[in-house]
Antibody, heavy 120, light 108 residues
């Protein structure tokens, strides 16, 4: 059974760097075709795709946020970390990580999400 | 970026109704189109992938169709638990895997 869980600060000040960790089980990020992605959802708004890392360390970023995002993986710890620099109140959102199955090109299992508020 | 436009943004229907939600891509995405269902306060749940393939465990009243730029999600007979929000997502031209703006399905 695949599970993912997001963790990180609930409150971050503007201009700070946000670091979120996705800890997963039930699969290995060294298995060919597997990826883990990050998606966020501001309160009352739509989903926004942020970044994705594949088993071979291929990394993909949203073009609009690329300069502020870094995604990394620690295969031995079954973790994926997303960092976002220079946060702003508009980055207030629920952040989800999800398992991406390359065979179906979709996020088939999601974590429950972690809510981050950016405020001074 | 490929833009995904869902219509309608909201829809009122009754239990037992057949409803269709449309998603249009700004350019051809072949069949790289997924549908998700999201209940309030919960993460999205994958319903349909590759335009028409039903994800394991999803009721057969959900179906998807389309290719190129125009896609539909159909719910054949609405159940009370279906009244929530639905999103389409393209995975053809990544990054980003763009989502639509969502369709809220409400009880009439």
């Amino acid at each position: 059974q695949i599970t993912l869980k997001e963790s990180g600060p609930t409150l971050v000040k503007p201009t700070q760097t946000l670091t979120l960790t996705c800890t997963f089980s039930g699969f290995s990020l060294s298995t060919s075709g597997v990826g883990v992605g990050w998606i966020r959802q501001p309160p009352g708004k739509a989903l926004e795709w942020l970044a994705l890392i594949y088993w071979d360390d291929d990394k993909r970023y949203s073009p609009s946020l690329k300069s502020r995002l870094t995604i990394t993986k620690d295969t031995s710890k079954n973790q994926v970390v997303l960092t976002m620099t220079n946060v702003d109140p508009v980055d207030t959102a629920t952040y989800y990580c999800a398992h991406r199955q390359s065979l179906i090109f979709a996020m088939d299992v999601w974590g429950k999400g972690t809510t981050v508020t950016v405020s001074s | 970026d490929i833009q995904m436009t869902q219509s309608p943004s909201s829809l009122s229907a009754s239990v037992g109704d057949r409803v269709t939600i449309t998603c249009r891509a700004s350019q051809s995405i072949s069949r790289y189109l997924n549908w998700y269902q999201q209940e309030p306060g919960k993460p999205p749940k994958l319903l349909i992938y590759a335009a028409s393939s039903l994800q394991s465990g999803v009721p057969s009243r959900f179906s998807g169709s389309g290719s190129g730029t125009d896609f539909t999600l159909t719910i054949s007979s609405l159940q009370p638990e279906d009244f929530t929000t639905y999103y389409c997502q393209q995975s053809y031209n990544s990054p980003p895997d763009t989502f639509g703006q969502g369709t809220r399905l409400e009880i009439k």
